[in-house]
């Protein structure tokens, strides 16, 4: 089978991502973000990264193909997200794609963004093995599949009911005075933290919880927990230590992500766990994930954070693999879906 040259575009949220790939061969992966223009709203404004696509894509699209020493007539398909992510921002890549594949004359893949999550690890060089649970954790996502075939058979076991995990790492960082975007300044903060100074709740983990929604998660209780706790604090004029606070945070997010994958993982008699998303920088995540998996016999896949945010590469990847598959390519009538299922 021969391995096909792909471009990838990916706009669903600040990142601007043009990525090239030859097969399962990385060639390039280029980012622009948007990131700084949304630093002084505490937040992605949906508005601004569309617009910042805009003007970002063609340049990157540039110096992803230099990067690869390519042309665009050497490419055998474009790839690009068409959901889930913000429905402004997605339309400026699929806008973008549609307009390249029919210039060139090339197919055009449509994939969804969580799935192309679950092929970037395919980019490592390393032996890929199925089935295996995802954990995908992000600004955006807070996700749980179950993978049997990449290209045919990935379940959605859970997600988030209210924030993502990076979302409330940003909303935690507002609370205690640190700066947007917020996971690395907790992560720097918590460092010297003990992460047991205070209990903070773990979202849906009670019993019947686990019985009722036991692959999703919840994140809204805890900020608002943080919040509590520090206005009581303030009041009562006590001396608050930020590392501690953000410590106790973060191990209350570690521990439930960690859990459940690790129950996914026990309920499918799955030994395998891959990791995805921004948040995947967290220093504490990567150190208990390895410990309780070890602990648990899963082996853990963690791939370079650059595949693991927001990027291109990762949705060229998932289309060459569709690609070798056999799939067809998408006809041209598909849109920005916001909500697309995986
Ligand atoms: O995947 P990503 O770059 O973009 C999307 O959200 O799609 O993830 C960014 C998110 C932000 O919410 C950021 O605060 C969080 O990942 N993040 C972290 C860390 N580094 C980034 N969260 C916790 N700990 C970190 N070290
Ligand atoms: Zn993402």
Redesign the pocket.
């Given at each position: 089978r021969t391995e096909p040259l792909v471009l990838g575009i990916e706009t669903s949220?600040?990142?601007t991502g043009i990525g090239i790939v030859r097969g399962r061969t990385l060639l390039s992966n280029t980012i622009a973000s948007s990131m700084d223009e949304h630093a002084r709203y505490g937040g992605v404004v949906p508005e601004v990264a569309a617009r910042a696509h805009l003007e970002a894509l063609a340049p990157a699209m540039e110096a992803a193909l230099a990067e690869a020493s390519v042309s665009l007539h050497d490419l055998d398909a474009v790839a690009v997200t068409s959901g889930p992510g913000l429905a402004g921002a997605l339309m400026v890549g699929v806008g973008a794609a549609k307009a390249l594949a029919v210039s060139l004359g090339t197919p055009l893949y449509a994939v969804n963004h969580l799935v192309g999550h679950i092929a970037a690890d395919l980019l490592t060089g390393e032996e890929v093995e199925y089935p295996t649970v995802a954990l995908l954790v992000?600004?955006?996502?807070t996700s749980l599949a179950l993978v049997r075939d990449l290209t045919s058979d990935v379940e959605l076991l859970g997600e988030t009911v209210d924030d993502?995990?990076?979302?409330a790492?940003?909303k935690i960082a507002r609370i205690l005075g640190l700066p947007y975007?917020?996971?690395?300044e907790?992560?720097r903060a918590a460092a010297t933290g003990d992460p047991n100074a205070i209990r903070f709740p773990r979202g849906l983990s009670r019993a019947s919880d686990m019985a009722k929604n036991r692959y999703d998660f919840s994140f809204s209780g805890l900020k608002t927990a943080v919040a509590r706790w520090m206005e009581q604090q303030e009041a009562a004029g006590a001396e608050i230590s930020i590392p501690d606070v953000a410590a106790s945070f973060r191990e209350a997010v570690v521990d439930v992500l960690v859990t459940k994958a690790l129950a996914a993982c026990a309920d499918h008699g799955v030994p395998r766990l891959l990791l995805g998303?921004?948040?995947i920088?967290?220093?504490r995540?990567r150190e208990v994930a390895l410990a309780r998996a070890a602990e648990a016999g899963v082996t853990v896949r963690i791939p370079p954070l650059t595949l693991?945010?927001?990027n291109g590469a990762m949705i060229a990847a998932l289309a060459s693999e569709l690609i070798m598959s056999g799939r067809r390519p998408s006809t041209l009538d598909f849109g920005a879906d916001s909500t697309l299922p995986v």
């Open positions: 949220c600040d990142e992000s600004g955006g996502h993502a995990a990076g979302e790492f940003d975007p917020g996971g690395p907790i992560d998303g921004g948040v920088a967290n220093a995540l693991c945010t927001d």
